[in-house]
C-alpha cells in the first residue's frame, strides 16, 4: 500500500513521543560498522534510543567512554590547548598566524556558531580553529557536530586534528582505537568540506590526511601521526547516502511498529517488553562480532543470531557461502541432510573436516 505520510513523520511514529537521541561524531562514525544493517539504519535514523530499548528488554550492554577515560582526555585536550594552542603549534611544526576560538559561549546556538564558522573559514584561512562548529545531514536532518579539534591549514590544505587521550607505547597505539579515531575524523572531514563548499571556498582544499594527536607512553607528553582517512571516508559516504533513502528501508518494515520508550510516573517505559521485542525483531539485522563494539544493541542480536553463523564472525559466514544457520551446518558435516546443489560445495568441505576431526579426535 503507498505511504502518504512522510519520511519525518514515519521516523517520528518508530520512536514515538520522546525527543530524538542526538547524533554526535562518535554515533555518526558507529554508523558505519555495519553499514548493512537495517534494524541500526532504521532505529539511528528514527533517533530511537538504543541503549534505553537493550535495557528494557533485557540485554542492557556497557557502552560507551568511562568516566576515567573522558576526564583523561578532557585535561590533555585543555593542555594541548592552553596558551592559545601554543603546544600543539609547537608539535604541529608550522607557522600558524592566528588562533580563533569559535566556542561562542554558552548562550551561542548551534546555528549561530555554524555561521561564525563560516565566516572565519571564509575570512580567515590560516587560522588554527578551534571548536568550530560543523554539520552533516543524517536520514535528511542536520546534525551539529562539536568537535574538540581543530583544523589547520598548510600548503594551501586544510588538516584535521584529532586530539585523543589513548596512549602511543613504544611508537605503537591500539589498532582498535586508532582504526576508530580515524572514522571520527573522517566524520569532520566530511563536515569540513561541506562547510568550505558553504562558504564558497574550494571542499577538497580539506586532506583526506588527519593530524592524531596522543600522549606518549604513560606521561602526558603529546606524540602526533599523519593518518589517511580515505577508506573510512568511502564508507561513511556509502552509510550516509543509505540513510538519506531511508524510504525505501522504511516502505519493507511491517506496518504499525514502532520502538515507543515513552515513560510511565516512575520514569520507566511503558511499553510491554516481549510487544517492544517483536517490533526490534520484525526489522531484520546482521550480527556480525563486530557489533559488541559499536552497537548498544549487541547483546540482544548477539542472542538472537546464536544459531546463526554470522555470529562466528563475517569470514566463516562467507566461507559458507550462504548458510545462515549453525544446526544446518553441523546437520551437512555429518551428512545427516542431502546438501542442495547450491551447498554443495560447501557440504563437501564441511563432511572432509568432519572427517578429519574425527580421525584426530576419537
Ligand atoms: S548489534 Fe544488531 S542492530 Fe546493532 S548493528 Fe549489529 S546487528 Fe545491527
Redesign the pocket.
Known amino acids: 500500500m503507498a505511504q502518504t505520510r512522510t519520511p519525518d513523520a514515519r521516523l517520528a511514529r518508530l520512536r514515538g513521543p520522546v525527543a530524538p537521541r542526538r547524533h554526535n561524531a562518535r554515533t555518526i562514525a558507529a554508523l558505519t ?2 553499514p548493512g ?1 537495517d ?2 539504519a532504521v532505529m539511528d535514523g528514527a533517533g530511537v534510543d538504543k541503549m534505553r530499548v537493550a535495557q528494557h528488554i533485557g540485554f542492557p550492554g556497557r557502552f560507551g567512554q568511562s568516566s576515567f577515560a573522558i576526564v583523561r582526555g578532557n585535561v590533555f585536550e585543555a593542555r594541548l590547548k592552553a596558551n592559545d594552542g601554543a603546544e600543539l603549534v609547537g608539535l604541529l611544526g608550522v607557522e600558524v598566524p592566528k588562533y580563533l576560538d569559535l566556542s561562542g559561549g554558552p548562550k551561542a546556538s548551534n546555528e549561530e556558531r555554524y555561521a561564525r564558522t563560516l565566516e572565519a573559514l571564509r575570512d580567515n584561512p590560516d587560522t588554527l580553529l578551534d571548536h568550530p562548529m560543523l554539520r552533516l545531514a543524517v536520514a535528511g536532518k542536520h546534525v551539529y557536530l562539536e568537535p574538540d579539534l581543530v583544523a589547520f591549514q598548510v600548503d594551501g590544505r586544510y588538516h584535521i586534528v584529532e586530539i585523543k587521550s589513548f596512549p602511543v607505547i613504544d611508537e605503537q597505539a591500539d589498532p582498535g582505537k586508532v582504526s576508530a579515531a580515524a572514522t571520527q575524523a573522517a566524520v569532520y572531514v566530511l563536515a569540513l568540506r561541506e562547510a568550505l563548499a558553504e562558504a564558497g571556498r574550494d571542499p577538497e582544499t580539506v586532506s583526506h590526511e588527519v593530524l592524531l594527536v596522543c600522549p606518549k607512553d604513560f606521561s602526558n607528553t603529546p606524540i602526533s601521526s599523519m593518518i589517511d582517512v580515505r577508506r573510512q571516508l568511502a564508507v561513511l559516504r556509502r552509510q550516509l547516502s543509505r540513510m538519506a533513502g531511508i524510504d525505501a528501508l522504511l516502505d519493507r518494515l511491517p506496518d504499525g511498529i514502532t520502538f515507543d520508550l515513552r515513560a510511565g510516573e516512575d520514569g520507566e517505559p511503558t511499553r510491554d517488553p516481549a510487544e517492544l521485542i517483536a517490533d526490534v525483531r520484525a526489522v531484520s ?3 556480525a562480532p563486530d ?1 559488541l563494539a559499536t ?1 548498544e ?2 547483546f540482544f ?1 548477539r542472542d538472537e543470531a546464536r544459531t546463526a553463523t554470522a555470529v562466528l564472525g563475517r569470514s566463516v559466514r562467507e566461507e559458507l557461502g550462504g548458510i545462515e544457520d549453525v544446526r544446518t551446518v553441523l546437520a551437512l558435516a555429518t551428512g545427516a541432510i542431502e546438501p542442495t546443489p547450491e551447498q554443495a560445495e560447501a557440504a563437501a568441505l564441511l563432511r572432509a573436516a568432519h572427517r578429519l576431526r574425527a580421525e584426530l579426535v576419537p
Request: proline letters at 0%; glycine letters at 8%; a positive charge.
Open positions: 560498522g555495519n544493517c534494524r541500526r539485522a546482521r550480527y557489533c552497537c544493541l549487541s542480536c
